[in-house]
């Protein structure tokens, strides 16, 4: 069972340099999410997805876009990176809903130089 | 916007110590959800209690959900050194526009030395 699997683990980036962070899930669920944690700050949510071809903004949404144009891919861009994003990324998806627990990828842990 | 403020940040306890840490907020929430997280690894879930004064168990670890559904703990006892990790609290939104999202608390890392 991969369940939540995200590519690619480690990058380093140059500020102004454009990158995809790619997130699968095999387990047919409806909801993802996009988070990033850095210390001190648990995690933040940036963008989520409720269905195919649906996204929208989180706590911390600025610098990032995001795409689903697949029920099991959830896509992260950054357009020009910045030091500020610098970070450990997670992706994770659920089956929605109220109480539902979210399984999580992983990790990208990226570095803007 | 709902906060989950979490503590102790850091506990560094001895093999076979009781430890708790809490979760607390001003906000009303319709779970809560605790995970563990290890190095390299994304979190897991632990448990979710959902009503408010739930208690439950997974064996040394002890959860329990506030009775206004504001707060919860997280009590281990006779802690080992398996038990070293990343500890996060997360409460999930009520209405039916939440969409499943976690409020996040800090996290507490956790130490235990043999």
């Known amino acids: 069972n991969a369940g939540v699997t995200q590519t690619p683990k480690f990058r380093v980036l140059k500020t102004g340099q454009s990158m995809t962070l790619l997130c699968a899930q095999d387990m047919n669920h409806e909801y993802m999410y996009w988070y990033r944690q850095d210390p001190g700050m648990g995690l933040r949510l940036i963008h989520y997805?409720?269905?195919?071809?649906?996204?929208a903004k989180g706590e911390v949404p600025d610098g990032y876009n995001v795409s689903r144009l697949k029920k099991q891919n959830f896509l992260l861009g950054l357009e020009s990176a910045a030091p500020s994003q610098t970070s450990v990324y997670f992706c994770?998806?659920?089956?929605?809903?109220?109480?539902?627990?979210?399984?999580f990828g992983d990790g990208t842990r990226l570095s803007i130089l | 916007t709902q906060l989950l403020e979490q503590s102790p940040q850091f506990l560094s306890i001895q093999e076979g110590e009781n430890l708790t840490v809490y979760c607390n907020s001003s906000s009303v929430f319709s779970s809560l959800q605790w995970y563990r997280q290890e190095p390299g690894e994304g979190p897991v879930l632990l448990v979710t209690v959902v009503t408010g004064g739930e208690v439950k168990k997974l064996k040394r670890l002890t959860f329990q959900f506030g009775d206004a559904r504001k707060d919860s703990s997280l009590h281990i006892t006779a802690a080992q050194t398996g038990d070293t990790g990343l500890y996060l609290c997360a409460g999930a939104a009520r209405g039916g526009t939440s969409y499943g999202k976690l409020t996040f608390g800090q996290g507490t890392i956790l130490t235990v030395h043999p």
């Open positions: 997805s409720v269905g195919e071809g649906t996204t």
């Open positions: 994770a998806s659920s089956y929605g809903g109220h109480n539902q627990p979210q399984h």
